[in-house]
């Protein structure tokens, strides 16, 4: 069988009909991946034997009808703890670290009898667009091998795209979810902050970071966001309410539903013309499915981009610390004193972009600065927070382009940070609001994939989900697959 | 503002983390540029703006305070580098070793 060609629900179906058995669909998955991970790199450990083990087993035990998830194959980023599998958080500092435990997110696929086929690549430690920031390889764009796959979750978007999984989890604390799914022509949900447990997630900037899936399909996303929501008493910030079946009325379509298109993303001055074409397009879309569509304002989107690079720098800071070479992680064999070993480990085991973003952050949380960066970023968050507050007053949903650009080339922007946060601008305010928001593929522009991205209220992904798919129906590009 | 070679040495410091001189240099004109990007912010008036620094709530949740078994500790020193009477076994914390303490 041709993995490629399958939707969760399809391969499902199959399941349930016995037309494939699990192990014949790992299989197929493995075949896939040695295809084509030469040229995409997108994961930086297989698990293969352990997948096959899993499939024996869920074959054994028959596929439940009821459960849409059993028996398929997902890859999981590498930022997310694996009891007994290495994780890596793409960094020299955990090359040799074996969980002990399962994130709750893994956990949660495990119980559905999801098979975990590998980790994925990112940047080392989620900071980065690019996925050039890992220390173990690069990861290219299924379609354009000389283009980046985006970032931090490259590899999560790269192997979905490119066939190999028709799942794949990742993280977005800044827009690592959505950047790469808009680079790479998929779907990428990040959901409201509070909706996933981060417990196990190797944590970045906690405020903003959530887990969410990238799949090929709407549908299929919404799928595993049921399977991997809800309140979980070891993350303090996980939210208490119930999780809807983001299934549920997802035909229902976007008659009569109100969408705000903020005036500053759409003349946002480093927007590529093919992206704005695409997205005015997709407004029309919506338009003659019986939605209003209207223009609004989030007049403070601007400061979104250094607000949230000292937030979560100074977050990352403080998080980053407890990577000192003495309970796990690399030790440097340099290091004559306990000092030296905090220093040299960590000197060591850090690339240059980590090392950055901790210096950053220490620098904005240091005395002295605190009031003029920390503070200040706190002040700007809440002021983005009432723009949305204020636009979700008369709108149900916000829309516009995911990314400024279509994926831009390998090596193009890795010397030049600040570039490198700019491409975040329509991402971050997102994440500083605590929102949830998904990028579906739109349109192509220089034959690279367009995302358009969907923003709803907190805890509202259901009304996102139902226009996305509403989208979807009415145009084919989720059809449009890579020439691998 | 600019930042200083001095500052940027100092802040390595406190993340410990050891820059080369040559680093040190380029470390402080890109954080210089990040800096100067950030300070866009000054341009808002954030008088009487409250503070936002959580994601979801202000108050901290806590467990009940009953006893749970902990972690097993073999468990826990399957990542330890070196061991030594079930303790974590570091370089002497002070310079002259043991003796120094």
Known sequence: MNITNYTVEELHDMLVKKEVTAQEVVKAVFARINETEEKIGAFITLTEEEALEQARKVDEEGINPINVLSGIPIGIKDNIITDGTRTTAASKILEDFIPIYDATVTKKIKEATMIPVGKLNMDEFAMGGSTETSYYKKTRNPWNLDKVPGGSSGGSAAAVAAGQIPVSLGTDTGGSIRQPAAFTGIVGMKPTYGRVSRFGLIAFGSSLDQIGPFTRTVKDNALVLNAISGHDANDSMSYEGAVPDFTAGIEAGVKGMKIGVPTEYLNEKGLEVGVKEAVLKAIETFKSLGAIVEEVSLPHSKYGVPAYYIIASSEASSNLQRFDGVRYGYRSTEAKTLEEVFVKSRTEGFGMEVKRRIMLGTFSLSSGFYDAHFKKAGQTRTLIRQDFDNVFKEYDLILGPTTPTTAFGIGEQIDDPIAMYLSDILTVPVNLAGVPAISIPCGFSNDLPVGLQLIGKHFDEQTIYKAAYAFEQATDFHKEKPNL | ?101
């Open chain 2, 1 to 101: 503002m600019a930042i200083t070679e001095e500052d940027v040495k100092h802040v390595a410091k406190l993340a410990k983390l050891e820059i080369s001189d040559k680093g040190i240099a380029q470390f402080t004109k890109q954080m210089d540029a990040i800096i100067d990007m950030v300070e866009q912010l000054d341009e808002l008036d954030t008088e009487n703006v409250p503070v936002t620094v959580h994601g979801l709530r202000t108050y901290n949740v806590m467990r009940e305070d009953k006893a749970v078994p902990g972690t097993d500790r073999e468990l826990l020193f399957k990542n330890v580098k070196t061991e030594k009477d079930g303790l974590i076994k570091v370089p002497a914390i002070m310079e002259n070793g043991e003796a120094g303490a």
